[in-house]
C-alpha cells in the first residue's frame, strides 16, 4: 500500500514504488533511508538524462545529496564518437548520431566538437561509471531536511509543514498538536494581514517591470540557437569570488575577474544601468554573440537572472590601448612604433569585418581607445558593444534619433545631418580620431591652448606633419618616423568631415 504526506507521497504502479518530482517526472523508489534521509531514485526506461533535463527541486522537499557538477549534452556526428568515447551517452543516441555527456570541468576546446551541436546543459552528483568521466545512467540521490524522521513517533500536517511529536513515556501527543493548531491560526491569520498590505507594493515594483523581463525573455528565446552560454547570477558570484577582484568601472556598471576553470580566466561585466527596455543588453548579447574574429573581443557568456544583467567575456591581461600610446607619461610601457602599427592594422580589421563581414553590418559607433583591448600577444580586440546598431549591407545609411558615441570621437554628421547621412562612415571618422590621439599621446577630449576641442586636434597633427610646428612626437629613428607619418596621414583622411571622402 502506497502513500505519505504531501510532497512525499508514494505511488504504487505495476509493482513497483515510484515518486512524482516537479515537473512531471516520475521515478522508481529503489531504497529510503529513514536515519540519513536519503532516497534513491531510477528511472523506468533506464535513461535518466530524460527526466534530468526537466526535474526542478526547488520546488520540491528535496535537493541533491552531493555538490552538482554541470553537464554539456552535445548532438554529434557518428566521425567523433572514437575520440570521446568516455563521454558517450548510449540511451540518448541513435543509429544517425551520437550524444555525449561533457562536464564542465573538462578542457572542451580541445575535443573535435565541430560536428557537434549544444542540446541542454543539466547539473548532477551522481556516481560514476568505471571510465570515471561519465556519471551512472540511471541512479539519483536526494536528501531531504524537513520532517526530521529520526526521532518521531507521529506527525501533523498543517499550514503547509510537518511537525514532527518526539516520543515520551505516556504516549499522549494531544497537548502538542493542540500548540501547534493554535499557533498555525494566529501564523497564518498574521500572514495573512501581511500579504494584503504588500500587495500594492508588489504589484507597483513587480508587475510593471513585468513587461521589460517579457521583452529580455522574448530575445533570449529568439537567439537560443546562437546565444553564448547562459549563467545565474549565483553561478555569476561563485566563478567572480563573490565580486572579490575588480578590474575596473564604466558608466554601466562594475567590471570583476573571475575563473571558469584554474586554466581560464574572464571578465565579469554587472550592469548597473540599462537604457530603455534593456536595448544596451540586447545589443550587446545580439551583435557580438554571433560573430568570432580575432580582432573582436569574445562573449563567453551572460546572466539575465531576474532583474540581474551580466555580461562574461574573455580576460584579456594587457588591458586597454589607452595606457600604451605615445606619451611621455608612458615612455616605459611604450609599445614602440611597430608594434603601434600592428595594433592599428588589427582594429581596421576588425572594423572591416563587422561592416563587410557579416550577414548584416554591424556600426560600432564607440570606437575609441578605451574600447580597444589587448591579449597577452598585444593583439587588439574591439570591445563594448552597447551602442551598436544593425543594418543590411545594401543600406548606405541609417537612421538615428539622437547621437550616441564619445565626446570627441563622434563623427560630424551624427552630430548635425548637415554634414550628411550617418552611415558605417561614421565608426572610420572614430577610427581616425584613435589613430591621431595614439600618435599624439593627448586625450581627445584634453582642455589645453592646443587642443581646447576635438575639432582641433587633426590640424594640429597635421601642422606637425607638415612642419609647420616643431615635430614633437618621440620618435628614434627614421624608420620611426615614417611609421608614425603614414598613421598620421591615414587618421587624417579618416577624420575628413565629408562622409563620402573617407575610406
Not at 65 to 87: A, G, K
Not at 237 to 259: M, P, Q, S
Request: aromatic share 12%.
Amino acid at each position: 500500500m502506497c502513500g505519505g504526506y504531501p510532497g512525499f507521497k508514494l505511488i504504487c504502479s505495476s509493482n513497483q514504488t515510484m515518486i512524482e518530482l516537479p515537473h512531471k517526472v516520475k521515478l522508481n523508489v529503489e531504497n529510503i533511508d529513514y536515519t540519513q534521509q536519503t532516497i534513491q531514485l531510477s528511472d523506468p526506461q533506464s535513461c535518466l538524462y530524460k527526466h534530468i533535463h526537466n526535474l526542478n527541486l526547488s520546488k520540491s522537499h528535496f535537493k541533491y545529496f552531493d555538490e552538482l557538477v554541470e553537464y554539456y549534452f552535445l548532438n554529434c556526428s557518428l566521425s567523433v564518437r572514437h575520440e570521446m568515447d568516455s563521454y558517450f551517452v548510449r540511451c540518448l543516441s541513435t543509429s544517425t548520431s551520437q550524444v555525449y555527456a561533457i562536464p564542465s570541468y573538462e578542457r572542451i576546446r580541445y575535443l573535435p566538437l565541430y560536428s557537434c551541436t549544444k542540446m541542454f546543459n543539466v547539473s548532477l552528483n551522481p556516481s560514476y561509471t568505471y571510465y570515471d568521466y561519465v556519471p551512472n545512467i540511471n541512479s539519483l540521490r536526494l536528501k531531504w531536511l524537513e520532517p526530521n524522521c529520526k526521532d518521531c513517533e507521529s506527525y501533523l500536517y498543517f499550514a503547509n509543514k510537518v511537525h514532527c511529536f518526539a516520543k515520551n513515556k505516556q504516549g499522549n501527543n494531544l497537548p502538542y498538536t493542540v500548540k501547534f493548531i493554535n499557533a498555525g491560526s494566529i501564523l497564518g491569520s498574521l500572514f495573512f494581514i501581511l500579504l494584503v498590505s504588500a500587495v500594492y507594493h508588489i504589484y507597483d515594483s513587480y508587475v510593471l517591470k513585468k513587461a521589460k523581463q517579457a521583452i529580455i525573455e522574448k530575445f533570449l528565446e529568439d537567439y537560443k540557437a546562437l546565444k553564448p552560454t547562459r549563467y545565474s547570477y549565483v553561478e555569476i558570484k561563485r566563478i567572480t569570488n563573490n565580486f572579490g577582484d575588480k578590474l575596473g568601472e564604466g558608466a554601466y556598471g562594475n567590471v570583476y575577474k573571475g575563473c571558469i576553470s584554474k586554466e581560464f580566466s574572464i571578465a565579469v561585466k554587472i550592469l548597473s544601468v540599462s537604457e530603455g527596455n534593456g536595448q544596451d543588453f540586447l545589443n550587446e548579447v545580439g551583435t557580438i554573440g554571433r560573430i568570432h574574429h580575432v580582432n573582436i573581443v569574445r562573449l563567453i557568456g551572460f546572466c539575465a537572472d531576474g532583474f540581474k544583467r551580466a555580461l562574461i567575456y574573455e580576460f584579456l591581461p594587457n588591458g586597454s590601448l589607452q595606457k600604451f600610446i605615445n606619451s611621455p607619461e608612458n615612455k616605459k610601457i611604450f609599445l614602440g612604433w611597430k608594434k603601434l602599427h600592428e595594433i592599428a592594422l588589427g582594429m581596421a580589421k576588425g572594423i572591416e569585418y563587422l561592416h563587410q563581414g557579416c550577414d548584416q553590418r554591424i556600426l560600432h559607433f564607440d570606437i575609441k581607445l578605451q574600447n580597444v583591448l589587448l591579449d597577452h600577444n598585444f593583439i587588439p580586440k574591439i570591445s563594448d558593444f552597447g551602442l551598436a546598431k544593425l543594418c543590411s549591407r545594401d543600406r548606405s545609411m541609417v537612421s538615428m534619433t539622437t547621437a550616441r558615441g564619445t565626446l570627441g570621437y563622434i563623427a560630424p554628421e551624427v552630430f548635425s545631418r548637415n554634414f550628411g547621412n550617418v552611415s558605417y562612415k561614421s565608426d572610420v571618422y572614430s577610427y581616425g580620431m584613435m589613430l591621431l590621439e595614439t600618435i599624439g599621446g593627448r586625450k581627445i577630449t584634453e582642455d589645453s591652448e592646443e587642443n581646447s576641442s576635438h575639432v582641433y586636434y587633426p590640424e594640429w597633427i597635421y601642422n606637425l606633419i607638415d612642419d609647420q610646428e616643431e615635430m614633437r612626437i618621440h620618435v628614434d629613428n627614421e624608420g620611426d618616423e615614417e611609421i608614425a607619418r603614414k598613421m598620421a596621414i591615414v587618421g587624417l583622411w579618416c577624420t575628413q568631415w565629408h562622409a563620402m571622402h573617407r575610406p
